[in-house]
């Protein structure tokens, strides 16, 4: 509208106002300028601020999480004069996990949750062979507590550390069973609670190695390869004259907030 004003001012006819003609031309002009820029600066639309993301926290620099582990992993029992010929066998387990970093890339970690371990056992068919499906179960709660440690970025970007962990677990072994079932289709199943016979407690060293994985800005994917190995001696009682120890490797997939 104002440039409209500006084109207009010089086609004025101002010689009813004769010497006074170009000081009226310059007042107006003067004046459409000034509310001009008052205009402008009352009516001027907002921008959108600048986001600084050197300012917005990273996920992966928190100092504490929360979150839950799976654990996808096989046991077996090892080191030792065991009583049967065993292999590693599937089991699962998970925590719930709380982790707090006391400086940057040094924290500790605590769980509570539950681990299934034992072993497999071979038991040779009437063919000699042995099928793999007689098991030896244990059944586990423990709670994990590790120093764990996590590195700088990896590379150029902001979405992956290398992340890590040692520590001890205390566990508790609640119930124990041989399981074996019969596919031959004469029932002969063997299904017999082994409690009485295999240590209650057990303390674990345990190490684990992989990456921590920004998801978004709210949380941690964390997989990474783990292991643990038993302290004591599992049998007792009728077993006592035999040794083993609780062994598990596998990979555990963790969500953290």
């Given amino acids: 509208m104002f440039n409209y004003l500006f084109a207009f001012i010089p086609s004025l006819n101002l010689?009813?106002?004769?010497?006074?003609?170009?000081?009226?031309?310059?007042?107006?002009?003067?004046?459409?300028?000034?509310?001009?820029?008052?205009?402008a600066q009352k009516y001027e639309l907002p921008t959108k601020p600048v986001l600084d993301t050197a300012q917005i926290p990273n996920i992966l620099d928190k100092k504490q999480y929360f979150g839950f582990e799976y654990n996808n992993s096989w046991t077996s029992l090892s080191f030792g004069n065991q009583v049967e010929p065993y292999f590693f066998k599937p089991s699962l387990g998970g925590h719930f996990v709380y982790n707090r970093f006391f400086t940057k890339n040094l924290g500790f970690g605590i769980g509570l949750g539950f681990q299934q371990r034992g072993a497999g056992i071979f038991y040779p068919d009437e063919t000699g062979d042995s099928t793999t499906r007689f098991r030896l179960r244990f059944n586990h709660w423990e709670m994990p507590l590790n120093l764990i440690w996590r590195s700088k970025f990896i590379g150029k970007g902001q979405g992956i550390k290398w992340s890590g962990s040692i520590g001890l677990i205390p566990s508790y072994n609640f119930w124990t069973t041989r399981i074996y079932l019969d596919l031959t289709g004469s029932g002969n199943h063997i299904r017999d609670n082994q409690s009485n016979n295999f240590r209650r407690f057990d303390a674990l060293i345990s190490g684990s190695f992989g990456v921590d994985i920004a998801m978004a800005s709210y949380s941690v994917l964390r997989v990474q390869a783990y292991g643990n190995a038993g302290l004591l001696n599992v049998y007792r009682n009728d077993l006592a004259n035999f040794s083993g120890?609780?062994?598990?490797?596998?990979?555990?997939?963790?969500?953290?907030f």
């Fill in 15 to 39: 010689r009813p106002l004769r010497g006074l003609g170009g000081f009226v031309k310059g007042l107006l002009l003067l004046s459409i300028i000034f509310f001009n820029k008052t205009f």
């Fill in 245 to 256: 120890h609780n062994t598990l490797f596998g990979i555990k997939v963790g969500f953290l």
